[in-house]
């Protein structure tokens, strides 16, 4: 019998979340709960969708794990924020690691992660809790990831590196071996990261400028 569980959250990264976990888990979700402020509805995604503040009288944490389901706002504290609550309520956090993500024997998948398809997380590297990394990222050895961070898609984090509490990693960053970045730390898309980055350091290259050129005028197209 598969472990049911309750999703914090009600929408794009929730609705994700409750696809993989159905599809690709050993858990069930049972329903979803959000704070009574944004609580509009009775159900989502045809489950039962209660108050956070009620949620352990409808799913009491005898009986059902959790799973925040949060993206990095406000440099994902307020992920955190709502794991910490859920541990006060006495849930056991749950985790999601994808059966297309690549992770060797040693591998240690601590609470509240969500890491999805097509993870390469090399040998000896090490990934904190309440950590997400969408698809595609190449985890190098020997580094470790800490608590609380969320990667986006194609990042490509070398050998050796360590990226602190709380940071935020933008798609397609590359960091070189041996970097460290601090905590709190934001790499803007794109970012080629060379050099160590103190805490809340913010890196956030210029985007390719727009031609001048309208594409009705490009020759050869």
Not at 38 to 67: H, K, W
Request: charged residues 20%; hydrophobic residues 40%; contains cysteine.
């Amino acid at each position: 019998m598969k472990q049911q569980i309750v999703i914090f959250g009600n929408g794009e990264i929730a609705e994700l979340a409750d696809f993989y976990l159905t599809q690709d888990s050993a858990y069930e979700v049972a329903g979803f709960t959000v704070d009574q402020a944004y609580c509009n509805a009775d159900s989502f995604r045809g489950r039962p969708l209660v108050p956070f503040e009620q949620v352990a009288e409808t799913f009491p944490p005898e009986r059902f794990g959790f799973f925040v389901s949060i993206g990095y706002n406000k440099v994902n504290a307020l992920r955190l924020a709502k794991v910490e609550a859920a541990k006060a309520m006495g849930y056991r956090l749950a985790s999601y690691l994808s059966s297309r993500a690549t992770v060797f024997d040693g591998f240690e998948l601590k609470d509240n992660c969500f890491i999805l398809e097509d993870n390469t997380i090399q040998p000896f590297a090490r990934i904190g809790a309440n950590v997400t990394l969408w698809s595609g990222n190449h985890i190098g050895h020997h580094s470790t990831i800490e608590d609380d961070v969320f990667i986006a898609s194609h990042a490509v984090i070398s050998g050796g590196v360590v990226i602190g509490r709380g940071s935020f990693v933008g798609v397609n960053v590359t960091i070189r071996d041996r970097v460290k970045i601090g905590r709190q730390c934001v790499l803007g898309a794109g970012a080629l990261v060379l050099e160590d980055q103190p805490d809340f350091a913010v890196v956030a290259p210029r985007g390719t400028e727009r031609s001048g050129v309208p594409s009705t005028r490009l020759r050869k197209i």
